[in-house]
C-alpha cells in the first residue's frame, strides 16, 4: 500500500501455530467467553483492536457498538478490562458512557480507573521531570510530519503515512532516550519514550486477575506480547485456562501473530464477536 512503511510481516501459510482464524475463531471465542462468565477475565487493547489504524492517532475511536458491547459484558463476566499504551483520559473519553464495570489501565496500567475510583502508580513520580524535559527536547527537533502524542507519563513519535520520517524519528527517540535514561516501546510506525518502569500490559494483567480460572487477552502489537506472558504464567502456575487472541492486520508483529490462539480478522471481526457473546448471553 502506498504511504505504508514495510512491516514485520508474517507468512500466513508459514507462521501460524494452530489457531483457528476468521469466523470460526469468532464463534470459538464467543462460546468460550460465557462458558463460565463468573470466573472469565476479559482484557483488550485500544488500538487496532476496538478501533482501526488511523493516519492520525488523536482522531482513533472504538467501532461503533463496541463501548456499549464492553458494558453488558461487563455485568456478566468477573473482569472487564480495557489495558493501552493511550493515557487514561483518552481512554475515557473514546469509551464514554461504558459501565462503571469496565476497568481502565493506561499507560500501560500506571493509570487506573478501578471501581470508580482513578489510581496513578507512585512509582513514575521520580521520572516525571525527565519525561518532561524529553518531550521538550523532541519538540525543538521540529520533525516534519511526526505527530507527537503526549501520554502525560510518556511520549510517542507518530510517522503513519510518512514512511520516509521513520528512520530520522528512531535516531532522534533513541538519542533522547538515552540522554534522560528512558525506555523505548516501537509500535506500529510509532515509537514511545518512556519510564523504565516494571510496570507493561503483562504486569498489569497479572495485578487485575484476582483468582479467576479463565483468562483472554486481545491484543494485535508488540506490546500485547506482554500480555501474551502474562497468560503464559497464568496457565503455567496457576493452571489457569487462557486464550491469547490477535486482531489481524498487515503490520501485525510475527510473535504475535504465532502465539495467538486465535485470530479475528480486524476490529469489526471483534465487534461481532463481542455481539455474539452478548447475544448468547441472554438467549
Not at 462468565?37 to 467501532?63: C, H, K, R, W, Y
Amino acid at each position: 500500500m502506498e504511504g505504508r512503511e514495510a512491516p514485520q510481516q508474517y507468512d500466513p501459510s508459514g507462521q501460524r501455530g494452530s489457531g483457528q482464524v476468521g469466523q470460526k475463531a469468532e464463534e470459538m471465542l464467543a462460546q468460550w467467553l460465557i462458558e463460565d462468565p463468573p470466573d472469565t477475565a476479559l482484557f483488550l487493547d485500544f488500538d487496532g483492536t476496538m478501533s482501526e489504524i488511523v493516519p492520525n492517532p488523536a482522531s482513533a475511536q472504538p467501532l461503533p457498538g463496541i463501548p456499549a458491547l464492553l458494558g453488558r459484558l461487563a455485568a456478566r463476566l468477573a473482569v472487564v478490562g480495557v489495558v493501552s499504551g493511550r493515557s487514561l483520559s483518552f481512554l475515557q473519553e473514546r469509551l464514554d458512557g461504558v459501565s462503571g464495570n469496565v476497568i481502565f489501565a493506561g499507560s500501560y496500567g500506571l493509570e487506573l480507573s478501578l471501581a470508580g475510583k482513578i489510581l496513578a502508580d507512585p512509582i513514575i513520580t521520580p521520572w516525571e521531570n525527565k519525561i518532561r524535559q524529553a518531550h521538550e527536547d523532541v519538540a525543538r527537533e521540529k520533525l516534519s510530519n511526526v505527530f507527537v502524542e503526549d501520554k502525560g507519563v510518556g511520549f510517542a513519535l507518530h510517522w503513519r503515512g510518512h514512511p520516509e520520517e521513520s528512520v530520522r524519528a528512531k535516531k532522534v527517540a533513541t538519542r533522547i532516550a538515552a540522554a534522560y535514561g528512558l525506555e523505548l516501546q516501537p509500535g506500529k510506525m510509532a515509537i514511545e519514550l518512556r519510564a523504565p518502569v516494571s510496570i507493561d500490559k503483562g504486569s498489569t494483567v497479572l495485578k487485575l486477575v484476582t483468582g479467576q480460572s479463565r483468562v483472554c487477552y486481545v491484543g494485535d502489537d508488540e506490546g500485547d506480547l506482554r500480555a501474551y506472558d502474562a497468560l503464559d504464567t497464568l496457565a503455567s502456575l496457576h493452571n489457569t485456562i487462557v486464550q491469547k487472541v490477535a486482531v489481524d492486520s498487515p503490520e501485525i508483529p510475527v510473535e504475535l501473530y504465532s502465539r495467538a490462539d486465535l485470530l479475528l480478522e480486524g476490529p469489526a471481526s471483534l465487534a461481532r464477536t463481542l455481539a455474539m457473546a452478548v447475544d448468547i448471553t441472554l438467549s
